[in-house]
């Protein structure tokens, strides 16, 4: 399942872009307790006493546990530090079901359509650092479906916050964790969601060092249901894109200049999976099984897709020699077919735009000779191939389409079947434009809107059945 980089932490953008991920709780007075250790698990029990982890045994993945650890009052009984984290680090996740706290509750919002309920304490003004609700990670699959967000608990700022995993359609809370410190007083450690699917999670906990080049990441796989354990250990570039399926997980860093993968089993390598040959770009992720789909890019020269497997190197998919011919992008998979966009007719340089922009289908496929292209349907909105913001589940492609006119952006939503090109638009309410797309199957999908008068953002589920009548494709042969 595909993940953006919308919630990772981002240079000078560090501090927002987690806390729209992992958003927090207040819980009580100032104050201290001790908690007897954890035992191992997976990957261990907590980690030692001081700035740094301590590193996990190199065979069995195991960290010592310490003898007492500093627990802040407000943090629920009974909930642990994850796995390897030091003794300062102020993120406690809770061990079990019975100890996590409950999922936030669904109200009407109209025909169809569900709003997550913000009923936690704590305020947001909508001020810088202050949003109720930010990000959202989502994965929609076998009629099974999980939701990553957080909650802020602060008034004016980021502190502290909570993340959780929710299970629907029985909205149940799989994974909990609570940082007490959130991002206002500079924390030791910061906890936060990489990327999520139906079978696994993976989370990754910053340890920061006296300077940048000694922070230490511990990435955990956190199976929906199952305690974390550690997979990896050490510094590693910002990801700008993650991607996992059920036997890997990828990352293009910032650069996008290589990618890398790596398994579910304990390693502090990450292996190269594809290294620019030339300068070109990597980014759009996409993954299913053990198959990494990722679109190469010099902006505004040449646009082509790819795909890589760890056993067989990387080759393209769907290429055009330069720009001006064509271009492809942004391949999304649900394991039977794969859709993508395709630029085409005249092609204007300085605003990267093609004349027409299709979605386009294929049965799954991995090789350029087994790839059927087929034309979905004619985009209603976006010219250009430079990226998308797009997901897909269920044989359904769910596409915020944008378009920029003139320094305006021209945002459109559409949900399409991929089988026959029909497709509906689908309105944000007023005064409110759509943000983030989290899943979308056959029965309904999720997404973030943001508006009113301090743009607050909301998470909302949507019923396929409640849209009507889709629309016809539009295109020509």
Not at 93 to 108: G, I, K, Q, R, T
Not at 421 to 435: F, K, L, N, Q
Not at 452 to 471: C, D, F, I, N
Request: glycine share 12%; with cysteine; aromatic share 8%.
């Amino acid at each position: 399942m595909r993940s953006s980089s919308r919630g990772a932490l981002r240079g000078a953008a560090a501090l927002a872009m987690v806390a729209s991920l992992a958003v927090a709780a207040t819980r009580g007075a100032s104050g201290c307790r001790t908690e007897e250790p954890a035992p191992a698990s997976g990957g261990g029990g907590a980690g030692d006493a001081g700035t740094g982890a301590a590193k996990p045994d190199a065979d069995a993945g195991e960290c010592p546990p310490p003898s007492t650890l500093f627990v802040p009052d407000g943090v629920p009984a009974g909930w642990v530090r994850p796995p390897c984290a030091p003794e300062a680090c102020m993120v406690f996740v809770s061990p079990d079901a019975a100890h996590m706290n409950p999922a936030s509750p669904w109200a009407p919002c109209g025909d169809g359509c569900l709003e997550l309920v913000e009923d936690w304490p704590g305020g947001g003004d909508g001020g810088p650092g202050a949003a109720r609700f930010g990000d959202a990670f989502g994965a929609a699959r076998g009629g099974l479906r999980y939701l990553g967000y957080g909650r802020n608990y602060g008034v004016h700022g980021y502190s502290p916050f909570e993340l959780q995993i929710v299970r629907l359609p029985d909205n149940v809370v799989t994974f909990d964790a609570y940082m007490p410190d959130g991002l206002d007083t500079n924390p030791q450690c910061i906890l936060y969601l990489e990327a999520l699917d139906t079978h696994r999670a993976l989370g990754r906990l910053r340890v920061h060092g006296s300077t940048p080049t000694e922070d230490t990441e511990l990435i955990y796989a956190m199976a929906p249901d199952a305690a974390p354990r550690v997979v990896r250990w050490g510094s590693f570039p910002w990801a700008a894109e993650t991607v996992l399926t059920s036997s890997l997980w990828a990352v293009v860093p910032e650069a996008l200049a290589w990618i890398a993968w790596h398994d579910y089993e304990r390693s502090d390598q990450m292996t190269p999976l594809w290294t620019s040959p030339d300068g070109r770009w990597a980014h759009e992720l996409a993954a299913y099984d053990s198959s990494v789909f990722f679109s190469t890019l010099f902006p505004g020269a040449m646009y082509q897709i790819e795909v890589a497997e760890p056993d067989a190197g990387s080759r393209l998919l769907r290429a055009f020699p330069e720009a001006a011919e064509g271009g492809a992008c942004c391949a999304r998979t649900d394991g039977t077919s794969l859709v993508w966009l395709e630029g085409s007719g005249s092609f204007d340089a300085p605003t990267r735009s093609y004349a027409e922009v299709r979605m386009m289908r294929s049965t799954y496929a991995t090789t350029a000779e087994a790839l059927g292209p087929e034309t979905v349907r004619l985009l209603t909105l976006q010219n250009t191939v430079d990226g998308a913001n797009m997901i897909m589940g269920a044989g359904y492609v769910l596409h915020l389409e944008v378009r920029n006119v003139g320094g305006t952006l021209q945002k459109t939503l559409a949900l399409t079947r991929a089988a026959t090109g029909s497709y509906w638009i689908i309105e944000p309410s007023p005064g409110r434009e759509w943000t983030q797309l989290v899943y979308v199957d056959a029965e309904e999908f999720a997404v973030t809107d943001q508006g009113g008068t301090l743009g607050e953002a909301r998470l909302v589920r949507r019923s396929v059945a409640s849209l009507g009548k889709p629309m016809p494709p539009k295109w020509t042969p």
